[in-house]
């Protein structure tokens, strides 16, 4: 029995029950020549019936329910049974007629679904012509080599810079195959020089099948050059006629290259001559003579390429340099010339060249300075007689070729007085008691005859003849002796002239010095130099002020006619230095001291005025505003400067304001001018101000750094070493002690003292702060007595709570020795001087030893250089935070000036100085 009757025999055979059926794909679409699935799910189903697959009706494939497997089957399907109730159909690659309406049939029940069948794109073609002249427009044309289904992507790409390409869309060409069409994209691009040789790609693709094809076509543009040509040889060269030059004109570029490149230079006979430089570069040469068209008429390049779009052409002028033509002197007026009088003498040329000839004139062969066309001679002298002038014009091409172009010579013919000449010179010295012999000539035009010459002596007396003769010579023949000449001179008449001489008169000695600018630390050198006669000068130190005022003579080094002196250099060395020489012969006022000023200017970083610290605590209550300065003398002037709190940067209220400074120059102090930097706090608060402040002040020798530290005002801090001097008398003691932090006002140091053992203290003395060691004397006491001193300082509002405080004892009194009656008078007198000579020596020389000098009792500060002493006892600080805390005290006592003394770092009284007076007796 045949396989289709024997289905439909199953057919149509009873079945006791019915069942539903679903159908599946396993996509909505299927590819060609890919493999497809699809599912069929029944329900109720009887073992004994066939499961069937149809394709428009047709059966494909057949189950077996009963024995779960393919019962029959077209070639290239598949059909078997799956999990519970599934049954599946596989077709192994589908065809074209596989686009169909595809059922699966289970007895009665069935269900169907459409698969649309999708295919292609299979490759791609472009068409059209890919040979193209920079900027036409180019048509390819990209078509699909195979029907495709659904419509195809088609795009345009330059795959030689990556981007894409703007093409028509996807369009179908012709009837349909299949259910596919034929599809074509346009691409119309407008091409430029540089996409020759790019690759243009059109690529052809389906989201459907994931068939991806391309094809490509490589562009072929033909394009002229993208630059003009380019002349060259002589960029960095002048030009002179005559010479031989080659110009060369390069064209670069194109596609093809040029192949005719037309070259012509004014008055150049030879053809030019094109050679290839490279594969795209053509350059043609010119050889020819310049000549000075070049200057106005061009050289010009031209090339065409074969496409014809445009002339390329180029053109460069070049300046020539050619020599002038030199012609005569004009002169005017006409010769002779009288002296005193004008003239003008004129060179004239044919041509003046380029560049523009200048000129240039000689006088006997020697060039003078003027450098124009006409050379004016005025106020004429004897010595412009019988020169030879001459032109001569010059420009860029005379010098560079060496040429020399001058005109013939002119002799000038001046008519001037005698100029006269006597021997020996007009200044002589002569020694009484020696004869003189003098002889008197001239020069002239006309020359002066002999009878010309007289000799005239100041007293009246004439000698004729050119030779003046005196056997012996004494002192009433000093004086002044004229040799006059004369001589005719034609139309201009009578002509003389003169010449006297003199006894030479020594004169006092020219001084003159270097001024000196030199940098602080390196070796400087003052020096001056004096002439005279005679020559044995003899030189002070030198006198060194500063703006006027005294500070020191100093000492050089003498080597013949010069003085000097040598020094490592200091700020303190600037001012002027003051150089007095003499010979013993007094200048034109009188003087006999010459004087030259040499001024010294030492550069060196900012100096601190007199009175500034680099260091120091300053005070100020709360809420008082608060301006921390510091004074500068800075030479040369500073270049910045900056405040800093810790390591904050302070900027803003900020000022630097010129103002006089006090110096101290080698110990004299001296006014100049400074600068002030302030920082302007405001209202002090003490959490957010307090602290150490620091200002660097710089110039282009060095920076100098000082720093403030900023404390809440309290009462001051006790003095330290405080000391009893050892030049003790029988009714006085001398005290020394050293200030310290005035809590932030002006402060005084209280002085009390008692007798040992006594429990009443006496008040001395109340002294101001004058910023510096102090040394009072405290007298009216009572000899070979022990005291106990007190010291304790105190503000305009606090008072130190503690005291420091010595012990000290006055000398016995010396021995009373009675005088004899009998004593004379001298005696009496003379003893007592003599031992109070010889005591008041032993004192002194003993305290200048020790650094002493004298002050007086009433508070003022004795300098002197310190000397060591031992310690003695002090009383301990108490502090509260850091603030000296204590009870004002002494409210009856004068309030102390204002001092500005302020302290940052404290010195330990063993490693102190002080400073010790001396005895006044």
């Known amino acids: 029995m045949m396989l289709s009757q024997l289905l439909s025999a199953l057919l149509l055979m009873p079945f006791a029950s019915c069942s539903d059926v679903t159908l599946n794909g396993s996509s909505e679409?299927?590819?060609?020549?890919?493999?497809?699935?699809?599912?069929?799910?029944?329900?109720?189903?009887?073992?004994?019936?066939?499961?069937?697959?149809?394709?428009?009706?047709?059966?494909?494939?057949?189950?077996?329910?009963?024995?779960?497997?393919?019962?029959?089957?077209?070639?290239?399907?598949i059909c078997g049974c799956g999990s519970s109730g599934d049954y599946y159909m596989t077709i192994t690659m589908i065809r074209l007629w596989d686009n169909a309406s595809w059922a699966c049939q289970h007895k009665e029940k069935s269900e169907s679904l459409l698969l649309p069948v999708y295919f292609g794109p299979v490759g791609v073609n472009i068409s059209g012509n890919n040979q193209v002249i920079a900027t036409d427009d180019l048509t390819l044309i990209c078509t699909t080599t195979s029907y495709v289904s659904p419509t195809p992507v088609l795009t345009w790409r330059n795959s030689t810079d990556g981007s894409v390409l703007s093409g028509s869309?996807?369009?179908?060409?012709?009837?349909?195959?299949?259910?596919?069409?034929?599809?074509?994209?346009?691409?119309?691009?407008?091409?430029?020089?540089?996409?020759?040789?790019?690759?243009?790609?059109?690529?052809?693709?389906?989201?459907?099948?994931?068939?991806?094809?391309?094809?490509?076509?490589?562009?072929?543009?033909?394009?002229?050059p993208q630059n003009r040509p380019s002349i060259y040889g002589i960029e960095n060269t002048p030009l002179y006629e005559g010479d031989t030059i080659t110009l060369m004109c390069r064209v670069t570029g194109g596609r093809p290259v040029v192949?005719?490149?037309?070259?012509?230079?004014?008055?150049?006979?030879?053809?030019?001559?094109?050679?290839?430089?490279?594969?795209?570069?053509?350059?043609?040469?010119?050889?020819?003579?310049?000549?000075?068209?070049?200057?106005?008429?061009?050289?010009?390049?031209?090339?065409?390429?074969?496409?014809?779009?445009?002339?390329?052409?180029?053109?460069?002028?070049?300046?020539?340099?050619?020599?002038?033509?030199?012609?005569?002197?004009?002169?005017?007026?006409?010769?002779?010339?009288?002296?005193?009088?004008?003239?003008s003498l004129t060179c004239v040329l044919s041509d003046v060249g380029n560049p523009e000839a200048t000129y240039i004139w000689y006088r006997n062969n020697i060039t003078i300075l003027n450098t124009n066309q006409i050379w004016p001679l005025s106020a004429l002298k004897d010595s412009d007689n019988s020169i030879d002038v001459k032109c001569?014009?010059?420009?860029?091409?005379?010098?560079?070729?060496?040429?020399?172009?001058?005109?013939?010579?002119?002799?000038?013919?001046?008519?001037?007085?005698?100029?006269?000449?006597?021997?020996?010179?007009?200044?002589?010295?002569?020694i009484e008691g020696t004869p003189l012999s003098v002889n008197c000539t001239s020069t002239s035009n006309p020359p002066t005859p002999p009878t010309g010459y007289q000799?005239?002596?100041?007293?009246?007396?004439?000698?004729?003849?050119?030779?003046?003769?005196?056997?012996?010579?004494?002192?009433?023949?000093?004086?002044?002796?004229?040799?006059?000449?004369?001589?005719?001179?034609?139309?201009?008449?009578?002509?003389?002239?003169?010449?006297?001489?003199?006894?030479?008169?020594?004169?006092?000695?020219?001084?003159?010095?270097?001024?000196?600018?030199?940098?602080?630390?390196?070796?400087?050198?003052?020096?001056?130099q004096a002439d005279g006669r005679p020559g044995n000068v003899t030189f002070s130190p030198f006198v060194h002020t500063w703006r006027g005022q005294f500070i020191r003579n100093v000492t050089g080094t003498k080597t013949g006619g010069q003085y000097e002196k040598r020094f490592t250099s200091r700020f303190e060395d600037s001012g002027l230095y003051a150089c007095e020489v003499t010979n013993g012969i007094a200048d034109i006022r009188g003087e006999i001291q010459q004087v030259a000023n040499i001024s010294v200017q030492i550069n060196a970083s900012p100096k601190l005025a007199v009175g500034m610290r680099r260091d120091e605590r300053f005070g100020k209550e709360v809420g008082d505003s608060v301006t921390l300065f510091r004074t500068f003398y800075i030479q040369p002037r500073y270049t910045n400067y900056s405040w800093l709190k810790g390591e904050q940067r302070l900027s803003s209220r900020t000022h630097v304001v010129e103002t006089p400074v006090q110096l101290d120059i080698y110990g004299v102090i001296v006014e100049d001018m400074g600068f002030n930097f302030t920082l302007n706090i405001g209202g002090f608060d003490s959490k957010l101000d307090t602290g150490r402040y620091a200002l660097t002040v710089c110039n282009v020798i060095n920076c100098q750094a000082t720093t403030i530290v900023l404390v809440a005002a309290g009462a001051p801090d006790q003095p330290t070493q405080f000391r009893s001097l050892e030049n003790v008398s029988t009714n006085a003691v001398w005290l020394s002690w050293q200030p310290r932090f005035n809590g932030?006002?002006?402060?005084?140091?209280?002085?009390?003292?008692?007798?040992?053992?006594?429990?009443?203290?006496?008040?001395?003395?109340?002294?101001?702060?004058?910023?510096?060691?102090?040394?009072?004397?405290?007298d009216n006491l009572h000899p070979g007595e022990t005291y106990e001193f007190q010291l304790h300082a105190m503000n305009t509002k606090y008072e130190s709570e503690d005291r420091v405080s010595l012990k000290a004892k006055t000398l016995m009194d010396a021995p009373n020795h009675e005088t004899p009656a009998d004593r004379t008078l001298i005696v009496g007198v003379v003893v007592p001087v003599l031992l109070l000579?010889?005591?008041?020596?032993?004192?002194?020389?003993?305290?200048?030893?020790?650094?002493?000098?004298?002050?007086?009792t009433e508070n003022e500060h004795m300098p002197s250089e310190s000397v060591q002493s031992e310690d003695t006892e002090s009383t301990p600080f108490i502090y509260i935070d850091d603030i000296p805390v204590a009870t004002p005290k002494y409210s009856h006592l004068q309030r102390p000036i204002t001092v500005s003394y302020t302290e940052l770092e404290i010195t330990s009284p063993d490693s102190s100085e002080y400073v010790a007076p001396c005895i006044l007796i």
């Not at 860029?396 to 000449?421: A, G, R, Y």
């Not at 006059?484 to 006297?500: H, V």
């Open 29 to 77: 679409y299927a590819v060609l020549a890919k493999p497809f699935q699809f599912t069929c799910t029944t329900t109720n189903s009887s073992l004994a019936n066939l499961l069937i697959f149809k394709r428009n009706n047709d059966i494909v494939c057949t189950v077996s329910l009963k024995r779960c497997e393919q019962f029959s089957a077209t070639p290239g399907y």
């Open 169 to 224: 869309s996807s369009v179908p060409v012709g009837p349909a195959h299949d259910g596919g069409y034929v599809y074509r994209s346009t691409l119309i691009l407008t091409t430029q020089w540089y996409q020759d040789n790019n690759t243009i790609t059109c690529e052809g693709s389906s989201i459907k099948t994931q068939d991806n094809v391309s094809e490509s076509v490589l562009l072929d543009i033909t394009y002229p």
């Open 259 to 343: 192949s005719k490149i037309i070259f012509t230079c004014p008055e150049a006979s030879q053809n030019s001559t094109t050679t290839n430089n490279g594969s795209d570069t053509r350059v043609t040469s010119l050889t020819f003579s310049v000549t000075r068209k070049l200057t106005s008429e061009h050289c010009l390049c031209s090339a065409e390429h074969s496409t014809g779009k445009c002339l390329l052409t180029a053109n460069i002028t070049k300046d020539v340099y050619y020599p002038p033509i030199i012609g005569t002197v004009s002169v005017f007026p006409t010769l002779p010339w009288v002296e005193g009088g004008n003239g």
């Open 392 to 430: 001569q014009a010059e420009n860029q091409f005379t010098i560079d070729k060496h040429l020399s172009l001058e005109s013939p010579p002119v002799t000038l013919n001046v008519f001037f007085s005698p100029q006269v000449e006597i021997s020996p010179p007009v200044r002589v010295t002569v």
């Open 455 to 528: 000799w005239a002596f100041e007293s009246g007396i004439e000698f004729n003849g050119s030779l003046l003769f005196i056997s012996n010579v004494d002192r009433s023949d000093h004086g002044e002796y004229t040799c006059n000449a004369t001589t005719q001179a034609g139309s201009f008449g009578t002509m003389s002239g003169s010449e006297t001489i003199d006894v030479i008169v020594n004169y006092a000695p020219d001084v003159s010095g270097n001024n000196v600018t030199q940098n602080e630390t390196k070796r400087a050198t003052v020096r001056c």
């Open 744 to 778: 932030g006002f002006p402060q005084q140091f209280v002085v009390e003292f008692r007798k040992w053992g006594s429990q009443a203290w006496t008040y001395f003395n109340t002294y101001s702060d004058t910023g510096a060691k102090q040394v009072v004397k405290v």
């Open 837 to 856: 000579a010889i005591i008041t020596g032993v004192i002194t020389a003993v305290l200048w030893k020790k650094g002493c000098t004298c002050v007086n």
